[in-house]
C-alpha cells in the first residue's frame, strides 16, 4: 500500500500566511522546510544566533518527531545565514545533532525574509535510516 503524503505543522503564523508545512512526509522521506529560531510558542525570537540556532533545531527536532524519525534520520541539512560571520558560533550547536549523524551539509549565505532571522535550517530525513543515539537540543 502506497503511503500518503501528510503534512506537518507547528502553528506557526508564517505557515498560515505563506501556504506552506513545517514538514511533508512522503514514504520514508521528511522534508523540513527552511526552520527559524521563532519561539512559535508566542512568536519571539533571541537576537542572538546561538540561541537562534538552538531553537531552530528545536522546532526542527518537533518536526522530526511528528514525523517519526529524528536527528539521527537526516542526510542533508542546508545551513542558511545572512552574515557568514555568524556561521562559526553556531557550530557546537549544531554539532550536538549533527556530528555523529554526519549529514551532507551546505551553508549558504544568503537574505532571510525577517531582519530579525540569523538563522535558517533546512533538513532532510529518511525515516529508519539513523543510527540512533543522537540527542535532541532541549
Not at 530579525?116 to 543510527?131: D, H, P, Q
Request: aromatic fraction near 8%.
Amino acid at each position: 500500500m502506497t503511503q500518503r503524503r501528510q503534512a506537518i505543522l507547528s502553528g506557526s503564523v508564517f505557515e498560515e500566511r505563506i501556504g506552506y508545512a513545517r514538514a511533508v512526509v512522503d514514504g520514508d522521506w521528511v522534508h523540513v522546510s527552511g526552520t527559524t529560531g521563532f519561539d512559535y510558542a508566542d512568536m519571539t525570537i533571541s537576537d542572538d544566533v546561538v540561541e537562534q540556532a538552538e531553537q531552530c533545531l528545536r522546532n526542527t527536532g518537533a518536526a522530526l518527531e511528528k514525523a517519526g524519525c529524528s536527528f539521527a534520520d537526516v542526510v542533508r541539512v542546508r545551513y542558511l545565514l545572512p552574515e557568514r560571520e555568524d556561521f562559526e558560533p553556531c557550530w557546537p550547536v549544531l554539532r550536538k545533532c549533527f556530528g555523529e549523524v554526519r549529514p551532507a551539509a551546505t551553508m549558504l549565505v544568503c537574505g532571510l525574509a525577517d531582519p530579525r532571522m540569523k538563522i535558517e535550517i533546512e533538513v532532510y530525513a529518511r525515516r529508519g535510516s539513523g543510527t540512533g543515539g543522537v540527542a535532541l537540543i532541549d
